[in-house]
């Protein structure tokens, strides 16, 4: 088995992310790292927060990186095989740059932090992103120019999000479905990430990134810059900090995972966003995401038997 491993990006944080990690030991090093970053215990404060405080940028952030470096410890506490392959979609690409060995979860998590407060700072009050599903991609670009917004993630199987102020996206929203579009919608997360609006967080966030001290990777860790493989993570980092203002194409993404013969997908979650896009994508793969299950031990005899 070629097992991938796929870090979920924010907009699917939920009150019960970490239920499945209660009774994990492996898991209480990221939640120590994750409670000095965040300010309070990550499970307290998705019971208590309030529902706009769980999908702030800053919070969300911290919470899905959170939940994929305690889902990879509980899972692989020796660590993952050398051969695995690890991709992160958005602020996943951080999740997969700590599970692959480059930071340690609480330099991770630091990083995660300076990140969404450097997007906050470069974003408009009113900026966020949308969704259009089952528009070809030139009608998608026609969109977003004429609505003055950007599309931010090119995904598989016409889906693609867009970037902008609320307003703006609200209206291409309602165009696309006039267009045919099957779905579009804004969704709750409020910065326009992956586009050009975002361009005063890269330098401050390159400067993050160049302070901190990196590691070869452990594992296969593949960016969504150009979808390569990250060999020297020091040569990779400005294309990291970039990602925040350039587009995304997770597509590319997914058909270079096949292209280098994985045969089994697992989303570390939170959701299962990534697994469905990869289903549809990859037929020939065995496709599943951590909340498929009912128990961590239910993944562990999933991968024990690929």
Known sequence: MTLALLC??????????????????????????????????PTDFCRTAAEAA???NREGQILCVTR?????????????????????????????????????????????????????????????LGYVRGLPQAAVEHLVGRFGCAIAIVNPDLLFI????????????????EEGAARAAPMMVHVASHTKRLAGAVAPFDNALASV????????LMTASGATLVADPHRAQKGLARQLAERIDWADVIEALAERGVTAILELGPGRALAE???????????????????LSGVKAWLAAR
């Not at 907009?11 to 970490?18: A, D, I, T």
């Not at 690409?93 to 998590?109: F, N, R, Y």
């Not at 001290?213 to 296969?220: D, F, K, N």
């Open 54 to 56: 769980l999908h702030a």
């Open 213 to 220: 001290v990196m590691s070869r990777p452990t594992l296969r």
């Open 277 to 295: 896009m990869a289903t549809i994508d990859l037929p020939a793969v065995e496709v599943r995401a951590v909340d498929d299950f009912h128990s």
């Open 68 to 128: 994929a470096l305690a889902i990879a410890r509980a899972l692989f506490p020796t660590g993952a095989p050398s051969e695995t392959m690890v991709a992160g979609y958005s602020v996943g690409e951080m999740a997969a740059w700590g599970v692959a060995g480059i930071w340690s979860p609480m330099d991770t998590l630091k990083l995660v932090d300076q990140r969404a407060r450097a997007m906050d700072a470069a974003a408009g009050p009113d900026d966020g």
């Open 8 to 41: 979920s990006g924010q907009g699917h944080q939920n009150r019960e992310m970490f239920r499945l990690l209660a009774t994990e030991p492996d898991a209480h090093p990221v939640f120590e790292a994750a409670t000095a970053v965040l300010g309070t215990r």
């Open 162 to 177: 867009v970037g902008g102020d609320r307003r703006s996206i609200d209206t291409l929203c309602a165009a696309a479905l």
